[in-house]
């Protein structure tokens, strides 16, 4: 029971039976947070561990959700074209890759974002989406309401399970170490002979592959598709927040994050654009005060009580170390 | 066609203008200040409701622009400079936060109401010169063309030609260097901070004179910023003048083609322009010249 996947798989199995104990509404709140928790821990992966700061995961996020839209319009079954869809969306990213990752920090962040904004407008110009009207995947108004807010839970659950294992396995292999030595200083990690470039190639598409997995997921069961909500740059600054609170440079940081932002729309999601602006807030005083987030805190707190002759100073700014649990 | 040569040609002035901001917070503090198009909406907004109390547009301006001359040296006193050892992400991630905090601020203080200046210009907002040809030029946007000109000129020789600005300059080739030379780098970043997000403002204003503005169009300000700046070339005033101008063609002439052609011919040339220079520095790097015909030419010269 000491290795993480094994972990993993329990809490997905006995997670997999809540259908049969929980209302309609609990099930549908526990997609979210599964799709929250799905969008915090790739975009961790992508700029805490990584490096890579994208306003431009959305891109994904919607890309998937088109792509399934399509495979429906061409003919298809509706579960399988998301998983077609998911695909597509990784498929285009990797295509995409060998543009967007040759640019470094911000212009990366801005050229990402630019990208997606053109996926949105060429989106948008396809007349099956109805420009801002956008569309609906109908075809799954035939499947039986319970059955679907059920499978959507499973989809959500299983590509949740599906990513974190995924990147468990990854960052524990010899592509974690490079990933690692390339998120600190990709330059010192070429000339130790990391390849940077497979590497973060591998990084992006993975990251992309679960950003386009939680548009599926988004999908299947809210139903509707709207270009400006699916591809809205909103979904950044949300991956942003989680991440950022839960702990940029821990594995399990952002899933942290997530339950937080879970929490925090379920209390005060009423107070509206207030709200959105206090999340705004929150994340300056994490970057500004407590870049390591609560993952941070956690290995803080832990340091001092197997240590407490030692006093422990506050992490300055300057030191953004790694977050030591795994 | 000519009207949208025309058009696109004006609206470089304003682009220049908010790009200007944004390059030269770049070029000194090595940020890229995501919060910059929302600072630019806290301008107009400002503005907005200056006149909004019975003042003059002229004087909302001037009082605005050194009002957010001040915010932004606080945001560099207290949030920016905490950033800036900490390496490339945290300034991103900051800002990025800040952007959230004012586009839903705004929202929430001044409501989702689509608003401009337009009524409170008058007559000017549609006044209008007919050239020969017929060709109908708004006055207004001739005046912002104008206006973001000279103030890119006066930029050019404050930092040409004042102390603060050789300070700036060599701040921004070589900050260690010019903290040796005896330059105050913190008293020469809130400056430089002080600069752009009071160009950012008046960018602002421009916008909201011609066009309506909301408080989550911030993003959409900072994306025209960021590829005029490209566009153009980082680090040259003049250059970015021209990147602003080549986006204001490129989305005019996009919006010939289809109604969401606008912001896509902007976004294209942008990624076009990114891409070459990143396709050049490829072809460097192998050794080889940009376009792989000419090679094949000197190939056949060295033969005899």
């Known amino acids: ?326 | 066609m000519i009207d949208a040569l025309i058009q696109g040609t004006l609206l470089g002035g304003y682009y220049a203008v908010l790009a200007a901001g944004l390059s030269l917070m770049f070029g000194v503090l090595r940020i890229i200040n995501l919060a910059h198009g929302d600072l630019a909406m806290v301008g107009a907004f400002a503005v907005l409701w200056l006149v909004g109390l019975g003042w003059s547009t002229w004087l909302a301006v001037l009082v605005t622009l050194p009002a957010m001359g001040v915010v932004g040296m606080g945001l560099q006193q207290w949030v920016l400079a905490r950033t800036l050892r900490a390496g490339v992400l945290l300034p991103l991630l900051v800002t990025m936060g800040l952007g959230a905090l004012i586009q839903n601020g705004l929202y929430g203080v001044f409501g989702s109401e689509a608003r401009s200046l337009a009524n409170a210009l008058g007559e000017l907002s549609w006044a209008s010169w007919v050239l020969p040809g017929d060709i109908v030029v708004g006055q207004l946007p001739v005046l912002t063309l104008v206006l973001g000109v000279a103030v890119l000129a006066g930029l050019q020789l404050v930092l040409r030609h004042t102390r603060l600005g050789r300070s700036i300059r060599a701040a921004s080739a070589d900050s260690e260097a010019a903290a040796l030379c005896g330059i105050d780098a913190a008293q020469v970043h809130r400056a430089a901070a002080a600069i752009s997000v009071g160009l950012a403002a008046l960018a602002g204003a421009m916008l909201a004179t011609r066009a309506t503005i909301e408080p989550y169009g911030g993003p959409l300000l900072l994306i025209m910023a960021f590829e005029a700046v490209v566009i153009g070339g980082i680090g040259s005033i003049w250059g970015t003048l021209l990147g602003g101008i080549l986006l204001g063609l490129a989305q005019s002439l996009g919006a010939l083609v289809s109604p969401h052609g606008f912001y896509l011919g902007g976004h294209l040339l942008f990624l076009a322009v990114l891409g070459g220079r990143l396709w050049s520095q490829y072809r460097h790097g192998l050794g080889l010249t940009i376009w792989p015909v000419r090679q094949r030419s000197r190939v056949v010269e060295v033969q005899p």
Request: net charge positive; aromatic share 10%.
């Open chain 1, 1 to 326: 029971m000491k290795h993480p996947i094994t972990w993993l798989m329990v809490m997905a199995v006995l997670l997999a039976a809540l259908p049969w104990m929980l209302g309609a509404n609990a099930v549908d709140k526990l997609t979210s947070l599964f799709i929250l928790m799905l969008l915090a821990s790739t975009w961790g992966l992508l700029a805490g561990q990584a490096g890579l700061v994208s306003v431009g995961q959305q891109a994904f996020f919607g890309l998937g959700a088109y792509f399934a839209l399509r495979l429906v319009d061409g003919g298809w079954s509706a579960y399988p074209s998301l998983l077609a869809g998911a695909i597509g969306a990784a498929f285009v990213a990797w295509v995409l890759s060998f543009f967007v990752l040759r640019l470094k920090d911000g212009e990366f962040a801005i050229a990402t974002w630019v990208v997606a904004e053109v996926i949105r407008i060429l989106v948008m110009l396809d007349p099956l989406v109805q420009g801002e009207t956008g569309t609906s995947l109908l075809a799954l108004n035939q499947v039986d309401p319970d059955l679907r807010r059920n499978i959507g839970f499973w989809m959500s659950l299983g590509s949740l399970v599906f990513m974190v294992g995924l990147t468990v396995w990854l960052l524990r292999s010899a592509v974690g170490t490079a990933t690692r030595a390339m998120g600190e200083d990709d330059e010192a990690a070429a000339s130790l002979g990391v390849q940077v470039m497979p590497t973060r190639r591998r990084v992006y598409v993975l990251a992309s592959l679960g950003a386009a997995l939680a548009g599926v997921a988004w999908l299947a069961s809210a139903i509707t598709f709207l270009p400006r909500t699916n591809f809205g740059v909103q979904w950044s600054v949300l991956m942003l927040f989680m991440a950022l609170v839960g702990g940029l440079r821990s594995q399990w940081g952002p899933l942290l994050g997530a339950l937080l932002l879970f929490a925090l729309q379920e209390s005060l999601g009423h107070l509206g654009a207030w709200y959105l602006a206090g999340l705004g807030a929150v994340a300056m005083v994490f970057a500004l005060w407590l870049p390591r987030g609560l993952a941070g805190l956690w290995d803080d707190w832990r340091a001092r009580r197997t240590a407490p002759s030692l006093t422990t100073t506050t992490p300055s700014i300057t030191q953004l170390s790694r977050s030591t649990t795994p």
